[in-house]
């Protein structure tokens, strides 16, 4: 048998992976890679395939094509069981019979552990999860919070190669939710355990991931880093699913520039044919109105519309006066809505970068 190469083997590898249920294809053609320790989130609307990905890699699905690795070896036939993985359910999946002391070592005992190494790994993990006082309580006696973290110790107590996370903050609050995930997060980093959790919600994966893998019927539509998905989308759907983005129609006038109406822009791509209808992608908060020079490309005047209140900023619509009926809105912040006065009616000059303005075809766009 050849000896795998443990520094360039991936955790998982993933390939020409497809699933159907019926005439419904779930997953179609997927490829992927995850490094040793990365944290990976699979993000997408409902129905896009995530969890379904998810459970093919857990073995709860089978796949109806394709190849499946962890650390090297092919697991694509095998069950759960005689995979590397510890999994954390939505719905937190606890034992209401067991006290959370025999919760997290279920796993453990079931493989026949001495019972000194299962007393001492439970310690250690209830101490991890911040826990070590609820270990004789039964689940109904915890919060939504702590119950997350005993499901958490309890995927973690048999040293899995890869964890994975389906939608594991999505049935606390908002409060509870941002803590969880700092606190799930920092314990990924410190044993550094190879991560995949799905979520439907792109702060959750900003947040948390090394990579996000954005999904869309059954597809992937991009791979990338946090900062590489918000400030470079591949796709209409990817800048519109991640952050807020203003989309408009405008026609190329050559390589390097745009016209909406009679307002010419200057954007970074190169490839545009003249005449070409395209479509103009923009993030709210990259629109300036301070420190404008005079000549400055991309500046011009814009009537403030409606401005909404959002606490630290002020989401605001503005239209500008060179293609009437155009929309772009935009974000400023609470100190530039007081220092500068900005007020609805309004004509105040604006202005936008061309590194940040995306551009894409206007088919594609209309996907």
């Given at each position: ?17 497809s ?5 419904f294809?779930?997953?179609r ?21 995530k969890t ?19 650390g ?13 993985f ?25 493989r ?44 973690l ?56 893998v ?15 998905i ?18 408009l ?24 044919a ?42 605001a ?9 155009s929309?772009?809105?935009a ?8 220092d ?28």
């Amino acid at each position: 048998m050849a000896l795998v190469d443990q520094a360039v083997t991936p955790a998982l590898r993933i390939s020409h992976l497809s699933k159907r249920f019926g005439a419904f294809v779930a997953l179609r053609d997927i490829h992927l890679d995850i490094p040793k320790g990365e944290f990976v989130c699979f993000l997408g609307p409902s129905g896009c395939g995530k969890t379904t990905l998810l459970r093919v890699i857990a073995g709860l699905d089978p796949q109806d094509e394709g190849r499946i690795e962890m650390g090297g070896r092919d697991v694509s036939a095998l069950p759960p069981a005689d995979r590397d993985f510890g999994i954390v359910f939505q719905s937190y999946a606890l034992f209401p019979n067991l006290t959370v002391d025999d919760n997290v070592a279920y796993g453990l005992v079931n493989r026949g552990s001495p019972r000194e190494a299962i007393r001492r790994r439970v310690d250690e993990l209830l101490g991890l999860v911040g826990l070590p006082e609820q270990r004789d309580k039964y689940p109904v006696q915890l919060s939504g919070g702590q119950q997350q973290r005993v499901a958490l110790a309890r995927a973690l107590a048999t040293s899995p190669g890869l964890l994975l996370l389906d939608e594991p903050l999505s049935a606390l609050d908002a409060r509870v939710r941002i803590r969880l995930r700092d606190e799930i997060r920092g314990l990924q980093k410190r044993l550094g355990v190879t991560t995949i959790m799905v979520t439907h919600d792109q702060e959750e994966a900003l947040a948390m991931a090394d990579r996000i893998v954005v999904m869309n019927h059954g597809v992937i539509e991009q791979i990338g880093a946090p900062q590489e998905i918000y400030r470079a989308p591949a796709t209409p759907f990817v800048a519109d699913f991640v952050g807020h983005m203003t989309f408009l129609d405008a026609v190329a006038t050559g390589p390097g520039g745009v016209r909406i109406g009679a307002l010419a822009l200057v954007v970074n791509q190169k490839d545009l044919a003249p005449g070409a209808r395209v479509r103009l992608a923009m993030r709210p908060e990259e629109v300036r109105t301070r420190g404008l020079r005079d000549g400055e490309p991309n500046t011009f005047e814009a009537r403030v519309g409606e401005l909404a209140f959002l606490g630290s900023f002020c989401r605001a619509r503005l239209e500008p006066v060179a293609s009437p009926g155009s929309s772009i809105v935009a974000e400023f912040s609470a100190n530039a809505i007081r220092d500068l006065g900005v007020v609805s009616g309004e004509v105040r000059r604006v202005g936008l970068s061309a590194e940040t303005l995306r551009v894409f075809p206007a088919v594609e766009a209309a996907r």
